[in-house]
């Protein structure tokens, strides 16, 4: 610290100017000495330079103003909890100490001053001070990285939804920050609602997902650009319900807030307040207050939003609209909310973009986490220190995942304790690389080269991930190895050692299988969704081949009966009667989808004929189901001889299905030239 740029700043505040000089004297080679000679100097010093200081030397003694309302006044402002304050005084009794230590100081100097003792307590307090703002830094920068990942993945998925429904991915953005903007509105305006910091933080990030059942909608309806028939009305509103199944059956994750939360908005986030919504027709305060706030944001931006079927709507108009009641009934509080944040949400929605509203809703999440969940480190930093050292032991152990913590001097390898009954291997593992056991389940080159892969990263750029195969409760599998490098904060950096995980590949996968199928099935029949059976149907007939197909397509003769007659439940019912018969008549390797309404495809292979195996299936499915006669008109085109592509194979099925509706239903017809003319006729 030879050059006074470079020295830190401790400030002595003392009324006793030989004091002051004592110790100026003592402190000034290794740091910059600011002087004041009672409280309120001090305090002023303090106001102007806070960031500047790096601790405090304070008397009690003193006109003005005390040591001790020197304290408080640091207490209120929040200057405690970033300069460490050591009290210097030659009163000794017990009470007297305690009662600065009660008030934040973090340790105590008497008079008459010994210089190594003086030395030695301020050194030794800065360093753990500063040991303490790089834990506190490294906690900051973990807690927004995993903000980041966990805000990214959501609008990952989401812009997946908006893609496919032809709009921007800012309705995502928005309809996340105006979530949160009311939350916040709305727990200033009543305590009705106890919300924390973060139930709103939970709230607006489940918000992301409330559409995500829309990838069960054909797209046909989903980007239709007029009004919907009372049918596709029915089919839309479906997404609600798709959308709440989809996050009820991931595996694992049900009792996730995250999951609870995102199943009340998907299901009920278009249920209105005077009981006229859907699907389930709730009424008032027996709708989640989540899924309210979040039907309000979506009505807003929706309005205020571009759509295939409507021009966007000024912020002033889409106010009135909802206030006025047009937009469905919602709860008065919310509205009142609205009406009292709403030149603020005009500001929000001209101003707001991806990249800087998510990068700043990032940086106040961690500064509330920060703020509201006691990680700011606490006066005794040894203390503290020790503390966090207990609390990531504690989490490591009751964690469901393989941590390690590698240390590079003595070399040996840390394990929790479910990692190690999970590995089958002792706590702590010394010389790892030479480690017979270790190298059973991670092999011994692989392990090296993680090794200098960690060793070559730098203090700036600390994290390493890496795949290799490893071998655990005897099964060789592809894992992700993830490891936090720790690095000396000397002047030239050492490497120290690394805190990791092992993630098994596959699990992590499950979850993106799992939400790729769901977008190829249609949520009421569990069969594929007409633009996945395309797909596969597309990719079959570009590859050629000798095998011969038929492409067959039906729709029920009297379906629009069963839901008259018998109510939609029913119809239902029948729809998933059809289906299952469907599946069970046909191989596994043939294709079946539901188009949409009582609509339904599939393709198998034949040999010889293919007219016993559509008989063997128009029979089972024309069986009735309970009361009702099931009826289908159905159309087969061949693909033997056929040069067409999926589009024009579908049309040929298509033109003999209708054939039999024109002629007497409850049949099927295989395409042939006496059809042409009702082809054309659909063409045009």
Same mark, same amino acid.
């Given at each position: 610290?030879?050059?006074?740029?470079?020295?830190?700043?401790?400030?002595?505040?003392?009324?006793?100017?030989?004091?002051?000089?004592?110790?100026?004297?003592?402190?000034?080679?290794?740091?910059?000495?600011?002087?004041?000679?009672?409280?309120?100097?001090?305090?002023?010093?303090?106001?102007?330079?806070?960031?500047?200081?790096?601790?405090?030397?304070?008397?009690?003694?003193?006109?003005?103003?005390?040591?001790?309302?020197?304290?408080?006044?640091?207490?209120?402002?929040?200057?405690?909890?970033?300069?460490?304050?050591?009290?210097?005084?030659?009163?000794?009794?017990?009470?007297?100490?305690?009662?600065?230590?009660?008030?934040?100081?973090?340790?105590?100097?008497?008079?008459?001053?010994?210089?190594?003792?003086?030395?030695?307590?301020?050194?030794?307090?800065?360093?753990?001070?500063?040991?303490?703002?790089?834990?506190?830094?490294?906690?900051?920068?973990?807690?927004?990285?995993?903000?980041?990942?966990?805000?990214?993945?959501?609008?990952?998925?989401?812009?997946?939804?908006?893609?496919?429904?032809?709009?921007?991915?800012?309705?995502?953005?928005?309809?996340?920050?105006?979530?949160?903007?009311?939350?916040?509105?709305?727990?200033?305006?009543?305590?009705?609602?106890?919300?924390?910091?973060?139930?709103?933080?939970?709230?607006?990030?489940?918000?992301?997902?409330?559409?995500?059942?829309?990838?069960?909608?054909?797209?046909?309806?989903?980007?239709?650009?007029?009004?919907?028939?009372?049918?596709?009305?029915?089919?839309?509103?479906?997404?609600?319900?798709?959308?709440?199944?989809?996050?009820?059956?991931?595996?694992?994750?049900?009792?996730?807030?995250?999951?609870?939360?995102?199943?009340?908005? $998907?299901?009920?986030?278009?249920?209105?307040?005077?009981?006229?919504?859907?699907?389930?027709?709730?009424?008032?305060?027996?709708?989640?207050?989540?899924?309210?706030?979040?039907?309000?944001?979506?009505?807003?931006?929706?309005?205020?939003?571009?759509?295939?079927?409507?021009?966007?709507?000024?912020?002033?108009?889409?106010?009135?609209?909802?206030?006025?009641?047009?937009?469905?009934?919602?709860?008065?509080?919310?509205?009142?909310?609205?009406?009292?944040?709403?030149?603020?949400?005009?500001?929000?929605?001209?101003?707001?973009?991806?990249?800087?509203?998510?990068?700043?809703?990032?940086?106040?999440?961690?500064?509330?986490?920060?703020?509201?969940?006691?990680?700011?480190?606490?006066?005794?930093?040894?203390?503290?220190?020790?503390?966090?050292?207990?609390?990531?032991?504690?989490?490591?152990?009751?964690?469901?995942?393989?941590?390690?913590?590698?240390?590079?001097?003595?070399?040996?390898?840390?394990?929790?304790?479910?990692?190690?009954?999970?590995?089958?291997?002792?706590?702590?593992?010394?010389?790892?690389?030479?480690?017979?056991?270790?190298?059973?389940?991670?092999?011994?080159?692989?392990?090296?080269?993680?090794?200098?892969?960690?060793?070559?990263?730098?203090?700036?750029?600390?994290?390493?991930?890496?795949?290799?195969?490893?071998?655990?409760?005897?099964?060789?599998?592809?894992?992700?190895?993830?490891?936090?490098?720790?690095?000396?904060?000397?002047?030239?950096?050492?490497?120290?050692?690394?805190?990791?995980?092992?993630?098994?590949?596959?699990?992590?996968?499950?979850?993106?299988?799992?939400?790729?199928?769901?977008?190829? $099935?249609?949520?009421?029949?569990?069969?594929?969704?007409?633009?996945?059976?395309?797909?596969?149907?597309?990719?079959?007939?570009?590859?050629?081949?000798?095998?011969?197909?038929?492409?067959?397509?039906?729709?029920?003769?009297?379906?629009?009966?069963?839901?008259?007659?018998?109510?939609?439940?029913?119809?239902?019912?029948?729809?998933?009667?059809?289906?299952?018969?469907?599946?069970?008549?046909?191989?596994?390797?043939?294709?079946?989808?539901?188009?949409?309404?009582?609509?339904?495809?599939?393709?198998?292979?034949?040999?010889?004929?293919?007219?016993?195996?559509?008989?063997?299936?128009?029979?089972?499915?024309?069986?009735?189901?309970?009361?009702?006669?099931?009826?289908?008109?159905?159309?087969?085109?061949?693909?033997?001889?056929?040069?067409?592509?999926?589009?024009?194979?579908?049309?040929?099925?298509?033109?003999?299905?209708?054939?039999?509706?024109?002629?007497?239903?409850?049949?099927?017809?295989?395409?042939?030239?006496?059809?042409?003319?009702?082809?054309?006729?659909?063409?045009?």
């Amino acid at each position: 610290m030879s050059n006074s740029k470079d020295k830190k700043k401790i400030l002595v505040v003392d009324d006793s100017e030989i004091n002051r000089a004592l110790l100026s004297d003592m402190l000034s080679v290794d740091f910059e000495i600011i002087e004041a000679e009672d409280g309120l100097e001090a305090i002023s010093i303090l106001h102007d330079q806070e960031m500047e200081i790096s601790l405090l030397l304070l008397d009690i003694v003193m006109p003005n103003m005390d040591g001790y309302e020197v304290l408080a006044k640091m207490n209120q402002t929040g200057w405690i909890k970033n300069i460490p304050v050591i009290i210097i005084s030659a009163e000794t009794g017990g009470t007297y100490i305690d009662r600065a230590y009660d008030l934040g100081a973090i340790d105590y100097i008497s008079r008459p001053f010994d210089e190594r003792t003086v030395k030695h307590r301020v050194m030794s307090n800065f360093m753990l001070t500063v040991k303490q703002r790089e834990m506190s830094e490294m906690l900051s920068a973990q807690i927004y990285e995993k903000e980041k990942d966990n805000s990214l993945m959501i609008e990952i998925l989401s812009h997946i939804v908006e893609f496919r429904n032809g709009e921007s991915g800012l309705h995502v953005l928005h309809v996340h920050a105006f979530t949160e903007m009311i939350l916040k509105e709305l727990v200033k305006k009543t305590d009705k609602y106890p919300l924390t910091f973060k139930d709103i933080r939970l709230i607006s990030n489940a918000s992301a997902l409330h559409d995500v059942g829309k990838i069960t909608i054909p797209s046909e309806i989903l980007n239709k650009p007029g009004r919907f028939t009372d049918e596709e009305f029915t089919i839309m509103k479906q997404h609600t319900v798709a959308g709440a199944k989809m996050l009820g059956d991931i595996p694992f994750r049900g009792n996730e807030a995250l999951i609870k939360i995102g199943y009340e908005i $998907c299901r009920w986030h278009h249920e209105r307040y005077d009981g006229r919504g859907y699907p389930d027709g709730l009424k008032g305060e027996e709708i989640p207050i989540s899924a309210q706030v979040v039907a309000l944001a979506d009505v807003y931006d929706a309005l205020t939003s571009k759509r295939v079927y409507k021009a966007a709507y000024t912020h002033e108009e889409a106010i009135a609209m909802i206030l006025g009641g047009e937009c469905g009934a919602f709860n008065p509080i919310l509205l009142d909310c609205l009406k009292d944040m709403a030149d603020k949400l005009k500001q929000e929605l001209n101003v707001m973009s991806f990249g800087v509203n998510t990068a700043n809703s990032i940086h106040e999440s961690v500064t509330q986490m920060l703020k509201n969940e006691g990680s700011d480190m606490s006066n005794r930093t040894v203390k503290l220190i020790e503390y966090e050292r207990m609390k990531f032991k504690y989490l490591t152990d009751i964690s469901s995942e393989i941590v390690f913590e590698y240390i590079a001097v003595p070399e040996m390898i840390q394990l929790s304790e479910w990692s190690a009954e999970t590995l089958g291997l002792p706590p702590k593992i010394l010389d790892p690389v030479g480690n017979e056991l270790w190298n059973r389940r991670f092999n011994k080159k692989n392990f090296v080269d993680f090794l200098e892969k960690m060793k070559k990263t730098t203090p700036e750029h600390s994290v390493v991930s890496e795949k290799y195969q490893l071998s655990i409760s005897g099964n060789k599998k592809w894992y992700k190895v993830i490891a936090k490098v720790l690095w000396s904060d000397s002047e030239i950096p050492e490497f120290e050692g690394a805190i990791g995980k092992i993630v098994d590949i596959n699990a992590e996968m499950n979850m993106i299988d799992y939400l790729e199928e769901q977008a190829n $099935c249609d949520a009421k029949t569990g069969l594929l969704n007409h633009a996945a059976a395309k797909r596969c149907i597309s990719n079959i007939l570009a590859q050629g081949g000798n095998k011969k197909y038929a492409l067959v397509v039906f729709d029920l003769d009297n379906f629009k009966g069963a839901n008259d007659v018998y109510g939609h439940l029913f119809g239902d019912e029948v729809l998933d009667a059809v289906a299952q018969r469907l599946k069970e008549n046909i191989r596994r390797s043939d294709i079946a989808s539901r188009m949409g309404g009582d609509e339904f495809m599939f393709f198998i292979e034949y040999k010889d004929s293919v007219v016993p195996q559509i008989q063997r299936i128009f029979d089972c499915i024309t069986q009735k189901y309970k009361h009702f006669d099931i009826g289908i008109s159905m159309g087969i085109a061949y693909t033997d001889g056929f040069e067409g592509d999926f589009d024009e194979l579908f049309k040929r099925a298509d033109a003999a299905m209708y054939t039999v509706k024109r002629e007497s239903k409850k049949s099927f017809r295989f395409y042939d030239d006496s059809m042409k003319d009702l082809l054309e006729e659909k063409k045009g």
